[in-house]
């Protein structure tokens, strides 16, 4: 829910009321599947005459159509319907049509902002006669689809704090938003209905139930805090236990400019690679030191607060420790295995270091090499340069730092994972993979925009001999 402090806040489009009530949402949705399900049948029926090519490149239109249909009645609602169609969009291109994950990559949170006067209730009601302390803006710095922030000064002190304040009524509707949404997959027939389906709802679940608990996130933030406190490259929030509630998140009010703003991108490059370079070790130390993952792979979730004295570094503004995800020790050895083998662009490591889960201990030997060969690839910017003769010449600067836009990574990735999955009948990979996954493609991408040159070494040597 990054926004640039730099600048105001745009006027958006402001409503009184959400739809929580069950009622009204399944309304709405039902309203959504119903015309969805009678443009399917039609087009069906229409369909009928048509030849098979001609009529698989109807449907696929059609499919288009109607993915984007649904995406945009979906983002006329706020709370967890909206979040479920993001997580979809980020963990489910293995169980959704390309078409249906395109779309729902659209839903954002740049939305309609919930009136003052209801959000100024709300906290009423959280804070009762300690709202009083506060003087807060009734103007909103950052909207989602779960909350909204305000900020505030505590009277007494002159402290500036954000609140980050939930939707009334969102934490409550998620078990019915849940079955509401799967329902509409199931009736508009855009989705089959399989077991990775159902498994990866519960898992959705499971993290939005998570991540509107606001006690666990202060929690989370205030380790992210102590852990950190001591580097002044980066700066977490510091969280204000006075008025921070279960459904409301009192934090220290920190001031930045967001990833893609003109004046960072003016920023000299050596200071643009510094910043890269503590973004991807914060991600490096996440897996490898302490074993819990912000696992939201947008970028949006950084601010950068620019040094206007030279002598002192840029600083990294971590927001949001919601999503966090906690790995057992088992994966943590294997991605351990992985990232030496990768380091060292050894292909037999990477099989070796390839057990220890179902998901690869089922696998044939021509898999797996297949599978190794794909992580080898995956690991590329974390690769020692003097033994890694794969790196494209152009993606190494004088220096044999990694030149993130211009690997082509993703691209590249996806190419190789497509021949990868046709060489055998597919498995689902762990969730536990894909959120690791999806966190180094958010920071790829956030390296790419940033135009980092990162150094392997710096990168991965600390991690060797764990």
């Known amino acids: 829910m990054a926004n640039d402090t730099s600048k105001p806040y745009s006027n958006k489009q402001s409503i009184d009321n ?20 009678r443009r399917w049948a039609g087009n069906s029926v229409s369909g009928m005459f048509l030849n098979k090519e001609a009529r698989t490149a109807r449907n696929q239109i059609f499919m288009e159509t109607q993915a984007n249909y649904l995406a945009s009645e979906l983002g006329k609602l706020k709370g967890s319907v909206v979040k479920i169609g993001q997580m979809l969009a980020i963990y489910g291109e293995h169980i959704l049509p390309p078409e249906i994950t395109r779309a729902l990559q659209t839903l954002n949170d740049d939305t309609a ?21 506060l003087e807060v803006d009734p103007i909103p710095i950052g909207t989602a689809s779960l909350a909204q922030v305000h900020r505030a000064t505590v009277i007494a002190t002159g402290e500036q704090v954000v609140l980050k304040i939930q939707y009334p009524g969102v934490a409550d509707a998620i078990n019915s938003d849940l079955a509401l949404f799967k329902q509409l997959l199931k009736v508009s027939n855009i989705v089959p209905q399989t077991r990775a389906l159902d498994a990866w709802f519960e898992e959705i679940r499971d993290l939005l139930h998570h991540e509107v608990d606001y006690e666990a996130e202060a929690a989370t933030t205030e380790r992210f805090y102590d852990r950190l406190k001591g580097d002044p490259r980066y700066v977490v929030p510091k969280i204000n236990r006075t008025y921070s509630k279960k459904r409301l998140l009192c934090m220290s009010y920190e001031p930045g400019i967001t990833v893609v703003s003109e004046a960072l991108q003016l920023l000299p490059h050596e200071r643009r690679n510094a910043i890269g370079q503590a973004a991807i070790e914060i991600m490096m130390q996440e897996i490898f030191v302490w074993g819990e993952m912000q696992t939201d792979p947008n970028f949006g979730n950084y601010l950068v607060r620019v040094s206007e004295n030279e002598d002192e570094v840029d600083k990294l503004v971590l927001l949001d420790f919601g999503a966090i995800r906690q790995f057992d020790k088992n994966l943590l050895t294997i991605a351990h295995g992985l990232l030496k083998a990768g380091y060292r662009h050894d ?31 995956a690991t590329e910017p974390f690769s020692d340069p003097a033994t890694n003769p794969d790196i494209p010449a152009d993606c190494l600067d004088d220096n044999n730092r990694y030149i993130w836009a211009n690997s082509k990574l993703h691209s590249r990735l996806s190419s190789e994972a497509t021949k990868a999955m046709q060489s055998f009948e597919f498995n689902l990979p762990p969730k536990e993979f894909m959120f690791i996954s999806r966190k180094f493609i958010g920071a790829y991408t956030f390296l790419t925009v940033l135009d980092a040159y990162t150094d392997s070494n710096n990168l991965v040597k600390p991690y060797l001999y764990l």
């Open 18 to 37: 959400l739809k929580t009530s069950g009622f009204e949402r399944r309304m709405s949705i039902a309203k959504t599947s119903l015309n969805i399900g």
């Open 113 to 133: 902002t919930l009136s003052w006067p209801t959000i100024e209730q709300t906290l009423h009601k959280l804070l009762g006669d300690k709202l009083n302390e």
């Open 347 to 377: 292909h037999q490591a990477m099989m070796i270091a390839m057990t220890g889960y179902d998901f690869f201990d089922t696998m044939s030997d021509k898999v797996r090499a297949d599978i190794a060969s794909l992580f080898l690839l």
